[in-house]
């Protein structure tokens, strides 16, 4: 760490907020997000009506375009940004994201494993008469 | 550098002092990023309730399944409207930072008219769904699915009475800066909605009516 970088040292964003710029560049920034955005929904909309592409791909496709369109809203709405005066924020949603994870993909694990191992529910019927 | 100084501050811990001093962060950014740690608790809470959804999407106890009932066109409808009424509170929040009254009070009503444009139609589909005998006692699977999109709904309402009190705040008090810091929060909070709708629109229709 050289000094020059520290005497440059900066005060962190709070999430939402950019670092000054224009006007022009500010609304700019909104319809480049708007335009990515619409262009993944209509994606994403296209994709799940059409039989143009392999059918099992489908799911993943449109889990990816969720994904890719999430992104596109934190950084162009939110500002989320990589930039050294947004760290907190960005470990924040990092730990957010992990939560999220865990809780999802736990249940669903955790589910579809009780579900296997479930007998059919005729034979449990016969069981208990 | 003299050997002095060198011995003084061998790992030139000075300047790291003067960054330590420079005092507690701005009241705004100490805000925003309090807000933002509640909109992610949020949407942990969101996630257990797509958690719920996905584990229960086969179980529909006989009833209707998510590609009977789902009407993708006007999913699109409403995606469109909640999208266009981010972009626009995104203009409200340059107009408040730029202090334009008019700009502020034009872009904050766009956003408010999309927003219920969603909100009617939303409204529109769970009524329908409830008069073709698809309620939220029918089945496992409409029971999650009126909790999900119940909630983002009821996310949404509470934003618009939030919008509108930010609409009537600004107009009474003009741009002090704790009306500025609350539209900071509501920036977020109506950005962090359409997040959440687009989890919303492809995991509950587009999958939903998939399988």
Redo the contacts between chains.
């Keep these: 760490m050289s000094d020059v970088e520290l005497h440059q040292h900066q005060p962190d964003l709070a999430p939402g907020d950019e670092e000054h710029v224009s006007v022009r560049l500010r609304v700019l920034g909104y319809l480049v997000g708007l335009g990515l955005a619409i262009l993944l929904t209509a994606t994403s909309f296209f994709i799940a009506g059409t039989d143009l592409v392999w059918q099992p791909s489908i799911p993943v496709a449109i889990i990816v375009l969720a994904i890719a369109q999430m992104g596109v809203h934190l950084v162009f709405f939110l500002h989320i940004t990589t930039g050294p005066d947004n760290t907190n924020n960005v470990l924040a949603l990092a730990f957010g994201l992990l939560i999220v994870l865990l809780v999802i993909g736990g249940s669903l694990w955790i589910m579809s494993n009780l579900n296997h191992n479930m007998m059919p529910m005729d034979q449990l019927m016969q069981m208990q008469r | 550098m003299t050997m002095a100084a060198v011995h003084d501050d061998p790992h030139?811990l000075g300047?790291?002092a003067n960054?330590a001093h420079?005092g507690p962060?701005?009241k705004?950014?100490v805000?925003?990023?309090g807000?933002?740690?509640f909109l992610?608790?949020d949407?942990?809470m969101f996630?257990?309730f797509?958690?719920?959804y996905?584990?229960l999407l086969g179980q529909t106890a006989g009833g209707p399944s998510g590609a009977q009932l789902f009407n993708?066109k006007s999913v699109?409808v409403e995606?469109?409207c909640l999208?266009?009424s981010?972009?626009a509170c995104?203009?409200a929040?340059?107009a408040a930072e730029?202090r334009s009254h008019l700009w502020f009070q034009i872009a904050m009503a766009v956003t408010c008219m999309f927003g219920l444009a969603f909100l009617a139609i939303e409204f529109h589909e769970f009524a329908d769904l409830v008069a073709r005998g698809a309620g939220p006692s029918r089945s496992a699977f409409l029971t999650a699915f009126f909790t999900l999109v119940g909630c983002h709904g009821g996310h949404v309402s509470a934003g618009i009475l939030w919008l509108l009190t930010m609409m009537a705040q600004v107009f009474a008090k003009g741009f002090r800066a704790d009306i500025l810091r609350r539209m900071?929060c509501f920036?977020?909070f109506w950005?962090?909605l359409?997040?959440i709708w687009?989890?919303v629109?492809?995991?509950v229709y587009?999958?939903g009516?998939?399988a």
């Design positions: 030139h300047v790291l960054i420079e962060a701005p705004r950014i805000t925003g990023y807000f933002w740690i992610l608790s949407i942990v996630s257990c797509f958690a719920a996905a584990v993708l699109a995606t469109t999208l266009l981010s972009f995104g203009m929040s340059i730029e900071l920036a977020l950005h962090a359409d997040i687009v989890a629109f492809s995991v587009l999958l009516s998939a």
